[in-house]
């Protein structure tokens, strides 16, 4: 079967809601046993519940990905209990509203830790064991933000720049090791984390910021984690094995057809 997972292991950070959820159950129901890494305790032990009943193992763990000793533990860890990793989605991040001028320093700080350091710490602690067995995937969820400037953004933007730059040094610098690592750069995706956005800041305007939101990309409407998750299938299987060092949009022709 095309793009199985099967035997597979795979740890899966930000994994408990929204596009890290949506990427943890395809995996799952293609076969890998998934290992999602997040902060939300009580989220990610209900989607590791659900993903078990539903499709293969699934287990959570609390774990902090800028905190560098929590996530050596973990990663150790799985790689034990499962006899290796084959796969890492650096997914968890965190986002930011605002220019240079009213962006202040702790919200900087807190950014550049999840959104940086946490993709430096989850690469950093798996790719050992990646060299061991001369074979290992990684993908980093980047953002349009990351190529192409959108207003308000500034911090979130350095960091998701940063996402893109670092796969572009670790596909380069590991490929003697048969480690390949792509990144996903989405636009705007439907998750609960846009609806309570948009009802924390605009309520009594949820539909027309909604319509408004849809309408930034050219294709009319916002993606789906879903359709984010596929394309992570896709480039971590072994039908992408031909695959290193690219950044994929999946922003309904943002990058290239706006303007």
């Known amino acids: 079967m095309k793009f199985s997972l099967k035997n597979k292991t795979a740890i899966i950070t930000g994994g408990a809601s929204g596009i890290g959820k949506a ?4 995996f799952s129901e293609m076969g890998a046993t998934v290992h999602i890494i997040d902060v939300n305790e009580q989220a990610g032990k209900q989607t ?8 293969n ?7 902090d990905v800028s905190n560098f000793d929590q996530v050596e533990r973990v990663i150790s860890s799985v790689n034990t209990v499962n006899d290796g990793i084959d796969i890492l989605i650096n997914n968890a991040g965190i986002a930011f509203v605002g220019n240079i001028e009213n962006t ?6 807190q950014l550049y830790n999840v959104n940086i350091k946490g993709i430096f710490n989850c690469a950093k602690a798996v790719i050992p064991y990646f060299k061991a067995k001369n074979k290992g995937v990684i993908v980093n969820t980047a953002s349009i933000a990351s190529s192409v400037g959108i207003e308000d953004r500034f911090a979130y933007s350095m960091t998701k720049g940063a996402v893109l730059t670092m796969m572009y040094s670790i596909a380069r610098d590991y490929l003697k090791y048969n480690i390949r690592c792509n990144s996903i750069s989405p636009a705007r995706i439907h998750t609960p984390f846009v609806d309570s956005f948009i009802a924390q800041n605009y309520p009594g305007r949820e539909k027309e910021m909604f319509d408004n939101l849809s309408k930034t ?5 916002m993606g ?6 596929d ?8 039908e992408a094995a031909f695959i290193t060092g690219t ?4 922003d309904g022709g943002f990058i290239k057809l706006n303007g």
């Open 224 to 229: 789906t984690p879903q359709e984010v998750a």
């Open 48 to 55: 590791a519940s659900e993903l078990t009943s539903k499709h």
């Open 57 to 63: 193992s699934t287990y959570f763990h609390k774990c």
């Open 217 to 221: 990309q050219p294709i009319g409407r």
């Open 247 to 250: 950044d994929f949009p999946i």
């Open 231 to 238: 394309l992570a299938l896709y480039l971590a299987s072994d």
């Open 104 to 109: 202040p320093e702790d919200a900087m700080d």
């Open 23 to 26: 990427i943890a159950e395809t």
